[in-house]
């Protein structure tokens, strides 16, 4: 009894094998039919829509802002990301700020931070990393109403204007990967 076995299961091996023969598709290989019958679908990601916002907490609220004062309220970045009216909800946003990369980190007295156009040259400066966020329906976002990405900048303590920007990671979301618009935001003295 215990020879028979493997002879079964040689025998279903090689049956399967002669099928797939006579189907004309390796049995390695996927189908390259849907479930009707017809061409499988190929699931391409769509182009996306990347609008990049500055927020901060003034009068109680979070609202849309494009300037603070120095030693003001902390902006917030906001990445919103869709496609045909539909937000993302996987993926994730990458920020970075235009920086000259020079002098160390978090010195306020040699500030690294450059506007837009330092980084848009090509020789002044270039886009430096600030924070990865995962969009997965909060993504940081939890009290500017949440669907988004968003990472907290912090408040200035010199006035300076700063580029930014977000490149989204589609990662299966169905929208194609590409970046926001930079946009400059400006910290001015206190009045």
């Known amino acids: 009894m215990a020879r028979r ?20 598709q390796s049995p390695l290989e996927p189908s390259a039919t849907g479930a009707n019958g017809g061409p499988a679908a190929r699931i391409e990601a769509v182009a996306g829509t990347y609008d990049l916002t500055f927020w901060a907490r003034v009068d109680g609220t979070y609202q849309i802002v494009s300037s603070l004062p120095v ?3 902390a902006m917030v970045l906001r990445a919103d990301v869709s496609a045909g009216g539909i937000a993302a909800t996987q993926g994730t946003a990458i920020f970075e700020y235009c920086s000259y990369k020079k002098g160390p980190a978090n010195d306020i007295t040699r500030a690294d931070e450059a506007p837009k156009e330092a980084c848009e040259d090509g020789r002044t400066a270039s886009w430096a990393r600030l924070r990865s966020v995962t969009i997965d329906g909060d993504g940081g976002c939890r009290a500017l109403g949440g669907g988004s990405a968003c990472a907290l900048f912090g408040s200035v303590q010199i006035p300076r ?16 990967s590409g970046t926001s618009p930079a946009l400059n935001f400006t910290w001015v003295p206190q009045s």
């Open 161 to 176: 204007t700063v580029g930014f920007r977000y490149r989204f990671s589609g990662q299966r979301s169905g929208i194609a």
């Open 5 to 24: 076995a493997p002879v079964r299961l040689i025998v279903a091996t090689a049956s399967a094998v002669a099928l797939a023969a006579c189907s004309g």
């Open 71 to 73: 030693q003001g309220p």
